[in-house]
């Protein structure tokens, strides 16, 4: 059975204080509704991951993420964090190819793969993002355009580090477009992207391979979007901000 994952993506939010609140709420809100098999993650700016991580230690269902990796272990990369480092400090989870990393900082898919060798090599799980942006989608290109993501980053990898892999789609045109992506969009690009991966490795491997989805999820949608048969469970931005509503989606499965 795959795991059924809900990750909060703070992205660049929260003071300290209000990290702390937070992830303080949320784990108080899990270990007192949430009864299912849910891995639950959160993904805080890097100076507040070992604080967050410790206040979450005595929870099962809770796991620590890093927004982003060097692709170097160590080194004169002014500004970078090595995927030892964020080891060092309890950190279990790595997003890694986020539209926002992509876009803003140019992250080839050349860069994605040398991040995603790095962070396996420390035992960490690398959260690898693909999606197309609105030009894409309005010219029917977005299964191809998608597909060379995977295959870009993704293929170089065997068999064993593909493994520890999970996979999240974002539709970057239904992100602040004021488009939304259907259920049935959902699972249609999520059933495409496990078959690219059952093209590139073993069939067993790309079935159990957990893929979230990352389009504005909410808790009004988040049930029919984890209804989907590939629908492993969500990225999820904004509403992971909310302990309320980041626990509901968690509750939705």
Request: with cysteine; net charge negative.
């Amino acid at each position: 059975m795959r795991k059924r994952i809900v990750a909060g993506n703070w992205k660049m939010n929260k003071t300290y204080e209000e990290a702390l609140s937070l992830v303080s709420e949320i784990d108080n809100m899990v270990k007192d509704e949430v009864t299912g098999d849910v891995t639950v993650i959160v993904a805080p700016p890097f100076p507040f991951l070992q604080s967050v991580g410790k206040l979450t230690q005595g929870n099962d269902l809770m796991h620590l993420a890093a927004q982003n990796v060097s692709e170097h272990e160590s080194g004169a990369f002014t500004g970078e964090v090595s995927a030892s480092m964020l080891k060092s400090v309890g950190t279990e989870y790595v997003i890694i190819g986020h539209s926002e990393r992509r876009m803003y900082h140019h992250e080839d898919a050349q860069t994605l793969y040398k991040k995603l060798k790095a962070t396996i090599a420390q035992g960490l799980k690398p959260i690898f993002c693909c999606g197309e942006p609105l030009e894409e989608r309005d010219t029917d290109n977005h299964f191809e355009y998608v597909g060379k993501q995977l295959h870009d980053s993704l293929s170089y990898l065997s068999n064993e580090e593909f493994d520890k892999v999970v996979v999240a789609y974002e539709p970057i045109w239904a992100i602040g477009t004021g488009r939304t992506a259907s259920s049935q969009q959902a699972q249609e690009m999520h059933a495409y992207i496990r078959e690219q991966l059952s093209k590139m490795f073993d069939a067993e491997a790309a079935f159990n391979c957990s893929i979230l989805y990352g389009g504005s999820c909410n808790p009004g949608n988040a049930q029919e979007l984890f209804a989907q048969p590939d629908v492993d469970g969500g990225l999820i931005g904004g509403a992971s901000l909310k302990s309320r509503d980041f626990t509901d989606i968690i509750k939705s499965f």
